[in-house]
């Protein structure tokens, strides 16, 4: 905690108050942090305060008075300081940075943000995904790594994740594991009883499950991970055709991960490691870099795979990855709370060239996150400066709670002779052949397992070592019989020797989990 605070801006430290100077009355913001002393301390009027220690009171012993409008103000905005914490990914740190389109991509999407040589920038917010807020960043989780580029045409979200898969592939399953995963509401504490229970029911989580119990769970840091869109979207040209694609950061930092017995060490001594060591690395001024790169899959190639290309449990096994461009971070935010904590990333923050895919858990996503935002921090939460895109905001969207717009003019409605705003063509959203009827069935390409056996064999010795010690761990915690050994056939479907070796590790039954997972399809 120390070093993160010796490396944060010393004007970081003078934002709890409203400096006023004797001469300019409004100063902006970077006027008053350039002024360093002799402010004059203020009510939230503008108004000075003439005595910051002591209340007023009805004289020596008498009770305290309610015309004591500066602490009771000076009350009531600390009773006020917290909002809710992300449903989600409540612990994270941030950084602002640019992005640079290196290679020509103008044959595949026309979004001037991949224009070859455009700098845009960004702000990255990386993240745990089930403690709450300041939860520890040792936690074994998926990591978030979300990306907000304010292109000239609108902010485009990537809003992804360090590992290139999920948990599962379709939206309406994403409330029950998230209270699987989060503390058990009687004890409130995570319980891998609950965990698996919930898994067991989900055989494609099996190499999401994989991922994350191998090393990959627990990243050294957030320089050292890789990242990934998880989901395809949808790449779309000049000429409205388009492709799927599932882009990935590669870092060039390298990648590192902390092994089982490495984990309490690192948090003996923060909770905040990796938030640490991206503040200390930006201001060394050894500034974290990504490559993004970009696999594509044409229309008509989707039915090509024994998987669907669509679905969020899957990697794109033998597609190429071609250049995009690369992510520097080179400056943390002057206000954690005013940038970090009230971003607001969402899949559904899109610009021309750029759509979502029909991946159904991406498309629950698409609803979501603008959802959350709207009850997290309010109606005109667009309107924050960390949110506001750089480019105007023209529309009848009006009104609500803390509205800065300053929009002026009689006409809040389109059309109108009276005030004309265009309709742009280049914006209109592609077109997608469609048949058949509604439905709600299971997509038909599972393929369960596969990929987690690929996976699991794909890593060296020691990484093996250590998955079979971190999910045994937590497998021998569960006591529900059928829950453990539907887990342990789902591993063993994946591949026999991980299934033998967590076997051993728990002290089961490997015929009996062998003959479940003969029972088994993909
Ligand atoms: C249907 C599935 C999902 C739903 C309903 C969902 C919902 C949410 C919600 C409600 C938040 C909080 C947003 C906020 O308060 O600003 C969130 C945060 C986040 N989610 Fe998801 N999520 C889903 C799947 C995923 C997947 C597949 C990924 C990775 C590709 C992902 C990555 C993230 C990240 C990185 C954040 C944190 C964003 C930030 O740093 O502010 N989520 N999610």
């Keep these: 905690m120390s070093n993160l605070l010796a490396s944060q801006p010393a004007r970081t430290l003078l934002c709890g108050l409203v400096m006023l100077s004797g001469v300019a009355a409004f100063a902006t913001g970077a006027q008053a942090q350039s002024q360093t002393n002799a402010q004059t301390l203020t009510k939230d009027n503008g108004a000075p305060v003439g005595d910051n220690q002591n209340s007023q009171t009805a004289g020596p012993g008498g009770p305290t008075l309610l015309q004591d409008v500066h602490l009771v103000q000076k009350l009531q905005r600390f009773d006020r300081e917290r909002i809710p914490e992300r449903v989600v990914h409540a612990t994270g740190t941030g950084a602002h940075g640019t992005f640079t389109a290196t290679d020509d991509l103008s044959d595949l999407s026309k979004a001037r943000l991949f224009a070859k040589g455009t700098v845009t920038p960004v702000f990255v917010r990386f993240s745990t995904v089930i403690p709450g807020r300041s939860g520890a960043e040792t936690t074994r989780d998926p990591r978030g790594f979300a990306t907000k580029f304010y292109t000239q045409e609108g902010n485009f979200d990537l809003v992804g994740n360090n590992l290139p898969i999920f948990f599962i592939r379709d939206a309406i399953k994403f409330p029950d594991m998230i209270h699987a995963l989060k503390p058990d509401p009687v004890t409130n504490v995570q319980e891998p009883e609950r965990v698996f229970d919930f898994f067991s029911h989900v055989p494609e989580a099996t190499h999401m499950l ?307 997972a003969a029972g088994l399809k993909e």
Excluded at 253 to 260: D, F, H, K, S, V
Excluded at 267 to 285: E, N, P, R
Excluded at 411 to 419: D, H, I, M, T
């Design 210 to 516: 994989t991922r994350v119990y191998s090393n990959l769970g627990t990243p050294a840091n957030y320089r050292q991970m890789h990242g990934s869109s998880v989901h395809a979207l949808k790449l779309v040209n000049a000429r409205g055709g388009y492709v799927y694609g599932k882009f990935t950061w590669t870092s060039r930092q390298g990648e590192r991960n902390l092994r089982p017995g490495e984990i309490a060490a690192v948090q003996g001594k923060s909770t905040s490691h990796a938030t640490v060591d991206l503040y200390d690395s930006i201001a060394k001024g050894a500034f974290p870099v990504w490559d993004l790169t970009v696999q594509i899959i044409k229309p008509e190639e989707l039915d090509k795979f024994d998987f669907d290309p669509l679905d969020a449990t899957k990697v794109w096994t033998g597609v190429p990855q071609r250049k995009v461009g690369t992510m520097v971070l080179n400056r943390v935010p002057d206000n954690f709370f005013e940038a970090t904590e009230q971003v607001a990333m969402a899949p559904g923050n899109l610009v021309p060239g750029i759509e979502a895919s029909e991946d159904r858990m991406l498309q629950g996503r698409l609803f979501s996150y603008i959802d959350t935002q709207h009850h997290r921090l309010g109606a005109n939460f667009q309107s924050l400066p960390i949110n506001k895109p750089l480019v105007p905001v023209v529309n009848n969207h009006i009104d609500g709670a803390a509205n800065t717009s300053g929009r002026t003019g009689r006409v809040n409605y389109e059309p109108s002779r009276l005030a004309q705003v265009k309709e742009d063509p280049n914006a209109r959203s592609s077109q997608l052949p469609l048949a058949g009827t509604t439905q709600q069935a299971r997509i038909a390409r599972t393929l369960n397992f596969q990929q987690a056996g690929e996976f699991y064999r794909a890593l060296p010795a020691q990484e093996r070592d250590d998955l079979i010690a971190n999910l045994s761990g937590d497998l021998k915690r569960v006591k529900n019989q059928d829950s453990l050994y539907t887990m342990l056939s789902h591993f063993w479907k994946a591949d026999a020797d991980y299934g033998r070796r967590l076997v051993k590790a728990v002290g089961a039954d490997g015929a009996k989990v062998a003959t479940l």
